[in-house]
């Protein structure tokens, strides 16, 4: 069985508490589907939780720190700078920063296995694609995407966890008592976000696979000392706190 984490944007503890949930699993690798960093107060002991996972793919937001920035609202690009200085004036040696750089450098956009597609965004738009519940209603939009699978893929970037068909029905974990059951017909998974969920609900989300179920995984971690640690720092908005509470 394999565990699918993503989109933990710099959350220390919802990343840790998400590893010894994980822990408790019969898990035998973990994949990371990308935005390790941005938002969330610690950024470089995110990188370094990671850094050994077989597999961690490029998200819009690790991209945003190791080029110029673009498409982010301005609290995100703010906090893209600061993640920046970060990982760039560490009080660590070089070689520690170095290595956190090259990693980010050489993160792949896709990764694929046997029978699934992995990938930050979209099949179609690997980094940058939003994929969201509401887009069941784009059937064109749809067509296209499930045009680039095979046969499942699993993504993130929305951080709203859930299950679209290709014939065009989103299922939100809750829908289906948060296990889905892939029956070989082209099928995209959100695995939800880890550091930031944007479905209502606060907990840290990511998924067990096993080449056939998909479960879906919700885990409490400690959120104020997250919202503190958001609070102290100027560059980080206090919003990008608050949002976490709300699970918005
Ligand atoms: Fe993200």
């Not at 450098?105 to 930050?120: G, M, Q, S, T």
């Not at 887009?135 to 296209?144: G, H, L, T």
């Not at 065009?168 to 959100?190: A, C, H, W």
Request: with cysteine.
């Amino acid at each position: 069985m394999i565990a699918i984490i993503s989109d933990i944007h710099s959350n220390l503890e919802a990343l840790q508490a998400v590893l010894k949930d994980i822990q408790t699993q019969d898990v035998e690798k973990i994949y990371c589907l990308g935005d390790v960093i941005g938002y969330g107060p610690n950024p470089r002991d995110c990188i370094d939780l990671v850094l050994e996972m077989p597999v961690v793919l490029l998200g819009n937001h690790d991209q945003g720190a190791m080029f110029d920035p673009e498409g982010f609202n301005p609290g995100a690009e703010r906090a893209i700078f600061w993640t920046r200085a970060q990982l760039e004036n560490a009080n660590e040696p070089r070689e520690k920063r170095e290595r956190r750089w090259e990693f980010l450098a050489e993160r792949p956009r896709i990764h694929r296995d046997e029978n699934a597609l992995f990938v930050h965004g979209s099949a179609r738009n690997p980094i940058n694609e939003y994929v969201f519940p509401e887009d069941v209603y784009n059937p064109r939009k749809m067509e296209r995407i499930f045009a680039y699978i095979d046969r499942y893929c699993f993504q993130g970037h929305t951080h709203v966890p859930g299950v679209f068909t290709e014939s065009l029905q989103f299922y939100s974990p809750e829908e289906i008592e948060k296990v889905y059951t892939l029956d070989g017909r082209k099928t995209m998974v959100n695995v939800g976000s880890v550091g930031q969920p944007r479905d209502g609900d606060w907990r840290a989300c990511y998924v067990l696979y096993d080449g056939k179920t998909v479960r879906f995984c919700r885990v409490e971690y400690d959120i104020d000392t997250t919202v503190k640690k958001i609070y102290e720092v100027p560059e980080l908005e206090n919003f990008l706190g608050d949002r976490l509470r709300d699970g918005r």
